[in-house]
């Protein structure tokens, strides 16, 4: 699979909680945290996606937010 590598982020799935139609997949990266994507769950079993595969998350997006923590 070639992609520009500044958004691709290589993990291991460690939960997919699958919906009616919809399933949310989370994707652990080597610095421990994790990202959750919301595919068809047509697209996770044609990608044979299960927990401690490993799998990319690829970020497409036309826009990116930003946000603080007030909190510290």
């Known amino acids: 699979m070639k992609l ?5 982020l290589k993990g291991k799935v460690v939960s997919i909680e699958k919906g009616a ?3 949310i997949v989370g994707i ?5 945290d994790v990202v959750t994507a919301t595919i068809s769950l047509n697209s996770i079993n044609e990608l044979g996606l ?6 990319y998350a690829v970020i497409k997006a036309t826009s990116v937010m930003v946000g603080v ?3 510290h």
């Open 21 to 23: 139609v919809n399933g």
């Open 4 to 8: 520009s590598a500044r958004n691709q």
């Open 69 to 71: 923590d007030h909190h």
């Open 28 to 32: 652990e990266l080597k610095g421990g």
């Open 50 to 55: 299960e927990v401690g595969k490993e799998a």
